[in-house]
């Protein structure tokens, strides 16, 4: 199973940018998904949790301003995020838990300039 992100790039700090991540086949049942990220020079990450039944966690240095989202019939989540920073330039890996595997995407990257 392949878990491809997107939705990656270049923007400017106050744009706003919408990852996404889907499984190569269905991961039902699902239990949560969830992005990290992980900045150069920087240990990996939380960014939010999307849980089976709909309810969400967001980091604090995101809260407000990224929303996760999750589809797990179609094995697929999603990271709209708003007002991005310079801090938030990172790589962005997907992440889905089913009750007995976990599954990482490869990564899609997010460039924020000043």
């Known amino acids: 199973v392949q878990l491809q992100a997107s939705g990656g790039g270049l923007v400017q700090a106050g744009e706003s940018l919408k990852l996404s991540c889907v499984a190569s086949r269905s991961l039902l049942p699902v239990a949560a998904m969830a992005w990290y990220r992980q900045a150069p020079g920087k240990q990996r990450e939380f960014v939010a949790r999307?849980?089976?039944?709909?309810?969400?966690i967001v980091a604090g240095p995101v809260k407000g301003r990224f929303t996760i989202s999750g589809d797990d019939a179609e094995s697929a989540v999603y990271l709209q995020m708003n007002s991005l920073k310079s801090e938030d330039t990172a790589v962005y890996y997907c992440?889905?838990?089913?009750?007995?595997?976990?599954?990482w995407g490869k990564g899609t990257l997010v460039t924020v300039s000043s």
């Open positions: 999307w849980l089976s039944g709909g309810s969400t």
């Open positions: 992440n889905i838990n089913t009750h007995s595997r976990e599954y």
